[in-house]
């Protein structure tokens, strides 16, 4: 009886098995559901990832957004130049005596500051051989007309610093880019800094000096030469964003009209940096006549200094007289870039470019001697000053229009 039990219990028990193990192998539903669940999953983090990766690589948009933005830039950086500019002509680059990153930002407050703020610049060369009787409200004007041009500048700063962590973060430039990028954030703090040291040298004591107190011309020149470099840079990288390439036919016409432009860009670069010893030196007020410089066409101090070199950079005669030979040697350049370019097929908007910059090279030459023959008054010479800025500006934009279609 007890056998009898155990080998139904054993039979019974061996079918329960095999029915289940028939059973898994005749359903396999679930196993394949969470096979295709798993696939499903990979596929769709795969998705999202290419996705990822499609947003953040520079494309024709982005290219245009950056191109923006550096347009944007250097328009910035103009306004910086020209704001320099005036306030070289109104004498009021030596009225902030010392630099501060943040704290100067603040202007003076009430009476007691301000007496406080002209204290300290009664206390400098400027205002005892200059200005030994100005007013507080004469300084009030020059502290604000520097106060302004320094707050611009940190404006410029931040105008270029802020985006560039944003793009990059996104993903918005080229390996090529980021180092661009990196170059005009750096030219940027360069700039503030070259600033700042063109300004000591118009505070320091000269007791062996007996000219009016002034930065040096030296300074000056590297000071604005930054920031035309700053300027050019900006709008070249964001000309070629924004400009699709034309399509030309390279012949031998259109490679020597490149080189053309090439080098009157240079020589425009040259002669608006010129003007930055012109007015270091006050070099506008020595022959106020043309086209002679008084009754001679080179007068006779144009090599009074000793060594000779000197007089290039030193003499206000030779440096007027080198700034004529530019400006003349500019409008020649555009001129026959001008008349060579009506031989050739090229596009509209090149066309419009070089006829632009044609007609600005002679509006320039004009107000450079109304400037001179007036005298050098201050509205005219501040439009002549962005005048040599709107000169370059066209001449980069012929060449951003001329550009080579990449291999």
Avoid at 40 to 60: H, Q
Avoid at 101 to 113: H, I
Avoid at 224 to 239: D, H, I, K, P
């Amino acid at each position: 009886m007890l056998l009898s039990s155990l080998r139904t219990t054993l039979f019974y028990g061996c079918r329960n098995v095999t029915k289940g193990f028939q059973h898994s192998t005749r359903s396999p539903q679930p196993r394949q559901w969470l096979v295709k669940r798993g696939q499903s999953t990979i596929t769709r983090e795969a998705g999202a990832s290419s996705a990822r990766v499609a947003a953040t690589v520079p494309s024709v948009a982005t290219n245009r957004t950056v191109g923006r933005w550096l347009i944007g830039c250097s328009g910035l950086v103009v306004g910086a130049i020209v704001l320099g500019g005036v306030t070289r002509l109104t004498e009021s680059g030596l009225s902030m005596v010392d630099w501060h990153l943040v704290r100067e930002m603040k202007p003076p407050q009430g009476q007691l500051e301000w007496e406080a703020e002209f204290s300290k610049y009664q206390q400098f060369p400027e205002f005892k051989i200059m200005n030994h009787d100005m007013t507080l409200p004469e300084f009030k004007f020059i502290f604000y007309m520097e106060w302004g041009h320094r707050m611009w500048g940190r404006l410029v700063g931040l105008a270029y610093i802020l985006p560039t962590v944003y793009f990059w973060k996104k993903g918005y430039f080229t390996r090529s880019m980021k180092g661009r990028v990196l170059g005009l954030c750096g030219f940027v703090f360069f700039q503030g800094l070259l600033g700042w040291y063109m300004v000591k040298s118009g505070l320091e004591e000269k007791p062996e000096s007996h000219d009016i107190p002034r930065v040096s011309q030296y300074r000056l020149s590297a000071h604005l030469g930054s920031a035309l470099l700053l300027y050019s840079a900006s709008l070249w990288t964001g000309l070629t964003l924004l400009l699709p390439i034309h399509k030309m036919a390279e012949t031998k016409n259109l490679t020597q009209l490149r080189r053309f432009a090439k080098g009157t860009g240079g020589i425009v670069f040259l002669t608006a940096l010129s003007g930055a010893f012109v007015a270091g030196l006050d070099a506008g007020l020595v022959y106020n006549s043309f086209p002679k410089m008084g009754e001679r066409w080179i007068p006779d101090d144009v090599l009074a200094f000793s060594p000779t070199l000197k007089n290039f950079f030193e003499n206000p005669t030779t440096v007027q007289f080198d700034h004529r030979i530019l400006a003349i040697s500019s409008l020649t350049a555009i001129t026959g870039l001008f008349l060579f370019s009506r031989r050739m097929l090229l596009p509209r908007r090149a066309k419009i470019a070089i006829n632009l910059l044609t007609a600005m090279a002679y509006g320039q030459v004009a107000l450079g001697i109304s400037t001179l023959l007036l005298y050098v008054p201050t509205p005219l010479a501040a439009i002549h000053q962005s005048g040599s800025v709107a000169l370059l500006s066209l001449a980069i934009w012929v060449l951003a229009e001329l550009r080579k279609m990449p291999k």
